[in-house]
T-cell receptor, first 116, second 113 residues
Framework: GAGVSQSPRYKVAKRGQDVALRCDPI?????LFWYQQALGQGPEFLTY????????KSGLPSDRFFAERPEGSVSTLKIQRTQQEDSAVYLC??????????????FGSGTQLSVL | QQQVKQSPQSLIVQKGGISIINCAYE??????FPWYQQFPGKGPALLIA?????SEKKEGRFTISFNKSAKQFSLHIMDSQPGDSATYFC????????????FGKGTKLTVNP
């Protein structure tokens, strides 16, 4: 595809419901990141994959959050027993294998999650 | 602990004017400093980036100024246009680490025609 694709674009969940957010990175991009962006704030790091390996999950706010990338391409962010404080835009980003000065991190448009 | 502090929170500039956004960081291990532009309903898009071995980088109307000793960097937008109206985020990372970006809280720029 032309860019990072995320689905669904919008998700409304009742408190306590489980949700799954999908990210299709740019083809060939080895690195994949998930960020959480609260209203009016900057994105905050959640987790990072290199291929199928989850190398950093230090930003996941609780054990209700789980991410996977089993075949090193598509990734899913799962949130169990959603709470109102989970309401935010969840951004996925991908980049090429080698990082250099001009290396670009490409972001998707995000999934806006609203927990009622 | 906020590792990257950004100011101002909002900025209004007239068309043709200069927009200046400032950021300060704390972690001396940071070695890559990008700026992102975000339009409503879209993800952030890389605008320009700098490493600490240079004090300035210019790309078109956009310039990053970097002061390593003060641990500060800024974005200057020359000849600001209404199409530049967006939210701008500074960020920082240590590329020897997990490569995760730490973002500032953002500056909402409005350029009046």
């Amino acid at each position: 595809g032309a860019g990072v694709s995320q689905s669904p674009r919008y998700k409304v969940a009742k408190r306590g419901q489980d949700v799954a957010l999908r990210c299709d990175p740019i083809s060939g991009h080895v690195s994949l990141f998930w960020y959480q962006q609260a209203l009016g704030q900057g994105p905050e790091f959640l987790t990072y994959f290199q291929n199928e390996a989850q190398l950093d999950k230090s930003g996941l706010p609780s054990d209700r959050f789980f991410a996977e990338r089993p075949e090193g391409s598509v990734s899913t962010l799962k949130i169990q027993r959603t709470q109102q404080e989970d309401s935010a835009v969840y951004l996925c980003a991908s980049s090429r294998p080698s990082r250099g000065l001009d290396e670009k991190l490409f972001f998707g448009s995000g999934t806006q999650l609203s927990v009622l | 602990q906020q590792q990257v502090k950004q100011s101002p929170q909002s900025l209004i500039v007239q068309k043709g004017g200069i927009s200046i956004i400032n950021c300060a960081y704390e972690n001396t291990a940071f070695d890559y400093f990008p700026w992102y532009q975000q339009f409503p309903g879209k993800g952030p898009a890389l605008l320009i980036a700098i490493r600490p071995d240079v004090s300035e980088k210019k790309e078109g109307r956009f310039t990053i100024s970097f002061n390593k000793s003060a641990k500060q960097f800024s974005l200057h937008i020359m000849d600001s246009q209404p199409g530049d109206s967006a939210t701008y985020f500074c960020a920082a990372t240590s590329q020897g680490g997990s490569e995760k970006l730490v973002f500032g809280k953002g500056t909402k720029l409005t350029v009046n025609p």
